[in-house]
């Protein structure tokens, strides 16, 4: 890192390896969707398997967004507390992502009897979590230096 920020070569990896992550995820959606026999949903659409997930969704949404204006208060308060606020924000928006799919998962399961929709939603939600966790604690494969 230069001093006017990063250069070329930096954004070469992150795009590279942003764009392998896609790959890697867009090919394990396809393979069990295959494999659980699950019809493919459509792009960047969320739809709510009944009016109990909408409520019960929204209520989710809506207790994240809160707890993340009150760790920006909590955090512009308290200096001592800033170095922490990545971190912060960061697991909790994990934990938030988590909730939602489980949510979603048992919504599938519970509202959509003999399909395999709450499978596919559990696999995907735990192959997301190990490629994060496998992207974050081997510094983005070796290629940044984040801690």
């Known amino acids: 890192m230069d001093r006017y920020g990063p250069g070329p070569e930096f954004w070469v990896k992150l795009f590279g390896m942003l764009g392998g992550l896609v790959l890697i995820i ?7 969707r295959k494999v659980l026999h699950v019809e493919r949903k459509k792009p960047f659409s969320y739809n709510h ?6 409520k019960a969704d929204w209520t989710l949404r809506i207790i994240y967004i809160i707890l993340a204006i009150v760790s920006i208060i909590v955090f512009s308060v308290n200096y001592q507390l800033m170095k922490y606020s990545a971190a912060v924000s960061l697991g909790l928006t994990v934990v938030f992502l988590i909730l939602e799919e489980a949510l979603r998962a048992v919504m ?4 959509k009897k003999g399909k395999n929709d709450y499978l ?4 995907q939600l735990v192959f997301g979590l190990v490629v994060m966790y496998y ?3 081997s510094e983005g494969f070796g290629m940044f230096d984040l801690w």
């Not at 599938?108 to 509202?111: M, V």
């Open 135 to 137: 992207t974050l604690s």
């Open 108 to 111: 599938e399961f519970k509202y």
């Open 26 to 32: 867009f090919l394990f959606n396809i393979i069990m």
């Open 120 to 123: 596919l939603t559990i696999n």
């Open 49 to 54: 398997i009944n009016e109990t997930h909408k």
